[in-house]
Each structure stands twice: as structure tokens, then as C-alpha cells.
């Protein structure tokens, strides 16, 4: 069950980079904020769907819970935001890379202090070189997309050999 939780991360992930290329795209057409916009209210309605049919009763309801677990629904408007801005600009691949070091960095410290109710996983010299590997690959990945040269345009270049 865990490789399977696993390979669904891993799918889950493949999604969000998809979703970022093209939330980027999308927000230099018709701006940043329509095109979160967009992200939500489409994320809004699917997921009002599933709730309405697959979605078992919990003794629980949102307004019952420690109002604290709610500011949770908040942390996606900053990443949608800065991932339709950040891919315009570095890229799809420097954007996403960034954002996975952000998220391991601050996953290993709500893991090893036990942070927001989670289990304690303590940090560990094992840990430590994932999160060194994840910054050369975020350092790699930047040089190399810095390092590619703008395409010439074709039409101009032309123009240039006929004068």
C-alpha cells in the first residue's frame, strides 16, 4: 500500500507540473489572478462533486475542528500564484524543482519537530543528503536554462541576409 501511495504522489506531482505550465501560460494571456481564479473555482467544483457523491459522513463538520486546521485552505493561493508568475519567467522545470526543495525543506522540519500534530520523524544524515541532492538539481537545472540563448527569429534573419 505504501508504493502504491507512492506512485500516486509521484502522479499527483506529474499533475502539478502540468498544471503550472499551463496556469503560467494561461496567466501571461489573461493575467496572474484569472487564471488562479480559474484553478480554484474549477477545484472548487470538482471537489464540491466528489464530496456530494463519494465522500462517507465524518463526526466531525469544518466548523467543528481547531479553526487553526482551517488556514490550511489558504497555503494553495500563494503557490498557484507564485507558480503562474515564477513558470512565465524560470521556466517550468527551474519553478517546479524550487518548489519541491520548498516542500521538503519545510516537510522535514514539520516531520522532525512533530509540528502542526504530526508524528516526530527525526532528522537524519540520510535526510540531510536528499535535501543537498534536491539543491544541486535545483542549481543544475537554473544554470542550464539560464545558459539557453533566446531563439532567433527566422523572418528576421532573413531580412538581415537580403540587405
Given amino acids: 500500500m505504501n508504493i502504491l501511495m507512492i506512485i500516486l504522489a509521484v502522479v499527483g506531482g506529474a499533475f502539478l507540473s502540468m498544471q503550472a ?4 501560460k494561461l496567466g501571461s494571456n489573461v493575467g496572474v489572478f484569472r487564471s488562479a481564479f480559474l484553478t480554484f473555482s474549477t477545484g472548487a467544483l470538482v471537489t464540491a462533486l466528489l464530496i456530494f457523491f463519494f465522500e462517507p459522513k465524518h463526526a ?10 482551517l488556514l490550511g485552505a489558504l497555503c494553495g493561493v500563494p503557490y498557484i500564484v507564485i507558480m503562474v508568475i515564477a513558470v512565465q ?3 517550468s522545470a527551474v519553478a517546479t524543482v524550487a518548489v519541491i526543495f520548498g516542500q521538503l525543506a519545510m516537510s522535514m522540519l514539520i516531520d522532525n519537530f512533530g509540528w502542526l500534530g504530526n508524528e516526530a520523524i527525526h532528522f537524519s544524515s540520510t535526510r540531510l543528503g536528499a ?6 538539481a535545483l542549481f543544475f537545472i537554473y544554470s542550464s ?8 527569429d527566422k523572418s528576421l534573419k532573413k531580412a538581415a541576409v537580403r540587405d
Fill in 21 to 24: 505550465a499551463i496556469g503560467g
Fill in 145 to 152: 536554462s539560464k545558459a539557453k540563448t533566446a531563439p532567433v
Fill in 89 to 91: 519567467r524560470i521556466g
Fill in 131 to 136: 535535501v543537498m541532492c534536491l539543491g544541486i
Fill in 60 to 69: 466531525l463538520t469544518l466548523l467543528d475542528v481547531p479553526k487553526w486546521q
